[in-house]
């Protein structure tokens, strides 16, 4: 729908022929969460869409102190979109944050920051686009409840589909016995598969508010799905993720259920994953395409891959930015945490997908997932892409297109086969030690606020808690 407002005088148009009542301006903090505030429409001035909507940035977590709160929303005015779930006729545009003390674009915006990581990468003369693709895996689940104390500490979640209620009696429904079971959920038919319907709804509210939808089915895990879109360029891209995560959420919480984009919420089954597909252009051209070569890949194409290989620990801070995203990261779970690449093969942490031709050449990065914040993520892998571009290239093992999870942690050391970090924890202190190739772009008291960020939101909470399997486990030592 967005597509349709390419100016402010049009976007007064396509408010007055939606009947539009309300304005709600959406804007990303730095963990990836959407926040909005809601205008009425007759409140929005053409002067408001130029130079932009006051609001306090001291309430936002990790941004400004309170002496200097003040900041402005800047509406970018062709995101425009009705919003598909409220009662009254209302447009969401997608809004960068400006500081009013600096006079620019804040260096705590996501959105902002993937802006200027697409200017530097033409400054760079190095390309003029940059193309990506996200694949969002989620799970649908019929309840969840969570318990978080002093004394106590639990989950649980539910879905008709999990193989943990073959016994149960529903009050309502029969129990048909027909379950995907641990890992048996790749593209089952109905009765298995539960979420037909659901997933079809989610495709027609996506195109709704303007994403090019192509496929939806089922995941691997139990009460898990994906929805496949088209890829874009990385502002309109990471746009896109949080369009998609709001319509999934959504759509799943007015039919009675709940989605969750957790890497990783059930143990012993997949986890979601964001696989990201990437591609560097130049005046019109492929960069990373070369006939001939493995899998069609350039030089140019292997050169980006090493930098985000060379840089993985520090990357993975962004792209993988929560605790429970590195127990997602597992052998045998479809989750690559093994650094090489592949033309196929999906145990290698990037794979290059299968009958691309020039247009289509490009890199999947598999380790990715949703709970990192998509405009972080993109710019990130981009911005260690082109540090290896520039470096001429790092070194790089593989391609291997065996079955890396059969090795061991042992014969994956004796080859020579780098992995991801382990834990939240030494992602960050890697960050804190490399992230020069971050600097053109990201302030390095931005760098330092999202490290400390997350150890006091993620790391130090998690680590101070025990769990129940420690209790399993050491209570009778």
């Not at 895990?221 to 999934?248: L, M, R, T, W």
């Amino acid at each position: 729908m967005g597509k349709f407002v390419n100016s402010i005088d049009e976007f007064f148009t396509f408010c007055e022929e939606n009947d539009v009542q309300f304005v709600d301006l959406r804007f990303s903090d730095i963990k990836g969460a959407w926040h909005h505030l809601t205008y009425r429409m007759s409140a929005v001035t053409a002067e408001n869409l130029e130079h932009g909507f006051p609001f306090d940035g001291s309430s936002i977590e990790a941004w400004q102190p309170i002496n200097e709160s003040d900041m402005l929303l800047k509406a970018d005015v062709p995101t425009a979109f009705l919003d598909p779930f409220t009662a009254d006729p209302t447009v969401i545009l997608i809004c960068d944050v400006y500081d009013i003390y600096k006079n620019e674009l804040y260096a705590k915006c996501p959105r902002s920051v993937a802006k200027k990581a697409l200017q530097f990468l033409d400054e760079a003369g190095i390309g003029d686009a940059a193309y990506f693709g996200p694949e969002n895996e989620f799970f649908i689940f019929d309840n969840v409840t969570i318990t978080d104390g002093i004394n106590e500490s639990a989950y649980h979640v539910d879905s008709e589909e999990g193989e943990w209620n073959d016994d149960t009696h529903f009050e309502d429904i029969i129990n048909t016995g027909h379950r995907p079971r641990t890992k048996g959920g790749y593209f089952p038919v109905m009765p298995t598969d539960t979420m037909v319907d659901l997933r079809a709804e989610m495709m027609m509210v996506l195109e709704q508010v303007g994403i090019e939808v192509v496929l939806g089915h089922h995941e691997v895990a139990q009460a898990q799905g994906e929805i496949g879109v088209v890829f874009s360029d990385i502002i309109g891209a990471a746009d896109n993720v949080q369009k998609y995560k709001y319509v999934v959420k959504m759509v799943a919480h007015l039919n009675g259920k709940t989605a969750t984009f957790m890497p990783k919420p059930l143990f012993n089954d997949n986890g979601n994953g964001m696989h990201v597909h990437q591609s560097i252009w130049k005046d019109g051209k492929n960069l990373f395409y070369k006939e001939g070569e493995y899998a069609n890949l350039s030089k140019t194409a292997l050169d980006y891959l090493s930098g985000i290989f060379k840089h993985s620990a520090s990357v993975a801070a962004f792209t993988n930015a929560t605790t429970n995203s590195y127990k997602r990261l597992l052998p045998g779970f479809e989750a690559p945490r093994i650094l090489t690449y592949s033309a196929q093969n999906r145990s290698a942490a990037c794979r290059i997908p299968y009958g691309a031709g020039e247009k289509a050449t490009r890199i999947e990065t598999r380790f990715p997932d949703s709970t990192a914040n998509p405009y972080l993520c993109f710019a990130t892998m981009m911005l260690a892409g082109i540090d290896g571009i520039k470096a001429g290239g790092y070194e790089l093992v593989g391609p291997f297109n065996e079955d890396l999870f059969e090795l061991t942690r042992d014969e994956l050391k004796e080859r020579g086969i780098p992995e991801l970090p382990a834990t939240l924890r030494d992602a960050l202190e890697a960050l804190e030690v490399d992230h020069d190739f971050l600097t053109p772009v990201m302030t390095p008291e931005f760098i330092q606020n999202y490290v400390d960020y997350k150890f006091e939101t993620q790391v130090l909470p998690v680590e101070g808690r025990p769990t129940p399997f420690e209790f399993v486990s050491t209570y009778s030592c």
